[in-house]
Every structure is written in C-alpha cells, then in structure tokens.
C-alpha cells in the first residue's frame, strides 16, 4: 500500500529514458495556433481565455512590468492544464515534483528581485521596513522582513507542490478506501464515492486556483520592484 | 539550425567575430534553400469549415463506419473491457474509482456546459464576421451617400436658371426703382426752380402794381389843389346834411 500510494509520484521513466520531458511538453499541444481570424470553436474559446487572463492580470503593472505578460500568461497556461491533465487516471504531473516547482520559482522570483534592486534600489530596500514601526523594534523588523524576502521563493514552490500533491494522495487514499468498502458494506461504498466525486470537483478548482496564485504572487513580486 | 551552433561555436571562439553578428541571418539565409519545389500557381485550396466528425469527442466517425460491416463497434468496445477486466488485464484499484469520479464529473460538465460554450465560441466568431461586415457595409453606405449627394447636386445645377431668372428680375427692379426716384427727384427740382422763377414773376408783378398804385395815389394827392379841396369838401358837407334831412324822415315808416 505504500508503494502503491506513492507510486504515481514517481518520475516516469521509458526503458531508462526521462518520459517526464514528454509529459512536461505535451499540454502546448492541446493549445492550437491559428493564423486566420475565424477558427474552430476550441481554439476561439482558448484564445478568448487567454485574452480575458493576460488583460485581467497585466492592468496592474507599469509599462516595463508589462514586458513580462508573455512569461506570466504563458506561466499561469502551463501550471493550469498540466494540474488539470493530473486528474486524468493513471497520469504524471510534473507540478508535483518539487525540483519543477523550484525550478520555476527561483528564477522568476530573483528576477523580480534583482530587477528591483538595480533600477530603484531604494524603493527595494523600503521592502524591508515596514512604516509607521516604533524606533525600538526595528532592527528586529528589518530581520523578518529579510527572512520573509528571501523566503518567499520557497514558499512559492512547496506551496504548489504541497496542494497538488495533497490533492491527489487524497484522492488515491478515498478512492482505495471506496474499493476497501465496496466489499464490506455498499451503502457506506457510495457515500464514500459522493465524497469522492466532491473531492474530484474540489481539486478542478485547486488545480485552477493554485495556477493563477503562482502566477498572481509572481506578478506581485513584479510590481513591487517595477 | 545547425548552421546556428556554428555560428555561436565561432562566436565564443573568435570575440571580434560578434560584431559581424548583424550578418548572421544573412548568413543562415544562404545556407537554407528555399523555393526548391515548383511554386504553386494556383491558389492553395482553402480549409474544410468543419472538421471530420468525431463521436465521444475521442473516435472519429470512420471508425464506426469502418466496423459496421463486421462487427458492431459498442459491441466489440464491451466486449473488450469485459475481457480485460476478467483476465485481469486491467486491476480494479483505487485508481479506478478516482478514474470513475474523475470521467463522471467531466461527462457531466460536457454535457451541462457544452451547448453554452459552443454557443459561446460560435457568438465570439460572428462578433468577430459581425464587426468586418459592419465595416464593409459602413463603407457601401458611405460611397452610397456621396453618389445621391452628387446626384442631387447634378439636378440642383439643372434647376440653376430659376435662380438666376430671380436674381435677373431683382437687379431690374432694383434698377427701376433707383430710376425712377432719379426722376421723380429731377422733376422735383425742375419744379422747385421753375416755383421760383414763378413766384419771382408774381412778386415783381405786385411790386409794380403796388409802385403804380402809390405813384397814382401820390399824384393824385398831388394834383387835389388845395382850392379843390376846398370846394370838394363844401359839397360833401351840403351833401351830408341833405341826406341828413332825408334819413331823419325815413325811421316814421
């Protein structure tokens, strides 16, 4: 049972070779390109999506945040359907692997940052004091607000990895007591699948959820050091 | 693409060689051929509207068609999950029941959601035909009206010699009333000197007749000798004391 339960976990390998590269790279095929005005119905919802998600999340930014619309748009794409493709059965999600996470988080994160701190160094190191503290506290204030900076990579990335993950141990835990149960006791067998279903609903949502806070935190990071 | 890492192998190689990096794409142009094949001389033939009918979004409709002489497709898709599941092929696991959950609330969301975000899809794309045919049709309308105005203006210049007619029959009057009040006033001071030569004459006349009427008077005056007047006012006084007798026997009848 445990190496059942982490199994899905573990990143696929074909005959030794890495799949996760082509799992990783698959969603961008689900996501066509069209050079015409008038396309099929799939590929004119999607680009209303995507239209509806950049406007939504690049207003906030000045012109030199703007440039980085096609790394967040492109970023929030990514997290959403490979979360959303993790539901299917039997399949990978790159996004549970924390060195992804990480590899994902870190960049953008001392992007953001080491932009800051070369064009408006002050505003930057504002960041770290907090206004209106008493004089007494702040050399202790300056302390966590360093922590809590240089934190924020980490955080962004174990949260992520951690809801996703969660999510789907969740999930292969219910649906295998579902099958403990349906030799016991029916009824208690289909309450056990109700739960089941909420929980599939519950995790459609945390898959879209944790996309666009990654990607809103990011963009947060952004604006503050623009 | 390999021509690429070339480049790049000779860039880090050679450092002066990056400032000739503006002649990279001209470089990579000479070594792609393009227009190898025979162009096409004809317009390429356009895409099909709709794509190949697919039934369960998943198993295109040839695939049906293809098994019906055979052998029914439902049919053989039972049969082999039977098969598999007996034999154990595929393992009732936990898995299942998240495949279960997982494939039921998609099914549901499809066959809820689907009709409205296809309608969706359908309203953005005739939004989109709608706009170009809104401009196309602002256009037509546009040319539409410059060609009635012009036609309107051809008819207005056909209608032009009324306008001048009035205008002509208004300088006329004008210029007849300005000529007659020339007249008039002519004939007015014609008169006023005319009176005047007039009223000269009837002056003078007086004047003479007035001169005359004294130089008689003065001569007459003159010639009454003082004898005569003697003599006149005697007579007058005989005269008066006659009638005095006369007229007191007048007032008895």
């Known amino acids: 049972m445990n190496e059942n339960l982490f199994a899905s976990f573990i990143a696929p390998t074909i005959l030794g070779l890495p799949a996760a590269v082509l799992i990783i790279l698959f969603p961008p095929l689900l996501i066509p390109t069209s050079k015409y005005l008038i396309n099929n119905r799939l590929i004119t919802t999607q680009q209303w999506l995507i239209k509806l998600t950049s406007k939504q999340m690049m207003t906030m930014h000045n012109t030199k945040g703007r440039t980085w619309s096609l790394m967040l748009v492109s970023l929030i794409i990514f997290i959403a359907t490979t979360n959303l493709l993790g539901l299917l059965p039997h399949s990978f999600t790159p996004t549970t692997q924390l060195s992804m996470n990480l590899a994902m988080a870190i960049p953008l994160w001392a992007g953001a940052v080491i932009m800051g701190f070369r064009s408006k160094i002050k505003n930057a190191l504002a960041h770290f004091l907090p206004q209106g503290t008493p004089t007494p506290l702040i050399p202790m204030l300056v302390i966590i607000e360093t922590i809590s900076l240089l934190i924020q990579p980490m955080a962004l990335a174990v949260r992520l990895t951690a809801n996703i993950t969660a999510g789907h141990l969740l999930m292969h835990l219910i649906g295998s007591a579902t099958l403990a149960m349906s030799t016991i006791n029916l009824p208690s067998t289909l309450i056990t699948f109700t739960i089941l279903i909420l929980l599939t609903i519950l995790e459609i949502a945390v898959a879209l959820i944790q996309a666009y806070v990654f990607t809103l935190l990011v963009s947060l990071y952004l604006h503050d050091n623009t | ?253």
């Open chain 2, 1 to 253: 693409m390999l021509s690429r890492v070339v480049l790049s192998a000779a860039a880090t190689a050679a450092p002066s060689l990056k400032n000739a990096a503006f002649l990279g794409p001209g470089v990579l142009q000479a070594t792609r051929t393009f227009h190898t094949g025979q162009p096409h001389l004809v317009p390429v033939p356009p895409l099909p509207e709709y794509g190949g009918k697919v039934r369960y979004g998943l198993i295109p409709e040839e695939f049906f068609q293809f098994l019906y002489p055979k052998t029914g497709p439902y049919v053989l898709g039972t049969g082999l999950i039977l098969y598999a599941l007996s034999k154990e092929i595929y393992v009732i696991s936990a898995e299942t029941f998240t495949a279960l959950s997982v494939l039921g609330v998609m099914v549901y969301g499809i066959k809820k959601y689907g009709p409205f975000v296809a309608d969706f899809a359908d309203k953005l794309n005739e939004q989109k035909l709608a706009q170009l045919e809104e401009a196309k049709q602002a256009s037509i309308q546009h040319i539409q009206n410059a060609i009635d105005t012009e036609k309107s203006q051809q008819a207005l210049v056909q209608k032009r010699h009324y306008l001048f007619d009035v205008q002509r029959n208004n300088i006329a009057m004008a210029l007849e009333v300005t000529y007659r009040e020339r007249l008039y006033r002519v004939y007015k001071e014609v008169k006023n000197r005319l009176d005047y030569h007039i009223s000269v004459q009837n002056m003078m006349r007086r004047k003479e007749q007035e001169h005359m009427i004294n130089w008689v008077e003065k001569h007459v005056v003159q010639s009454i000798s003082t004898q005569q007047e003697k003599e006149t006012i005697a007579k007058c006084i005989a005269d008066l004391k006659l009638l005095a007798k006369k007229a007191q026997a007048q007032p008895v009848m």
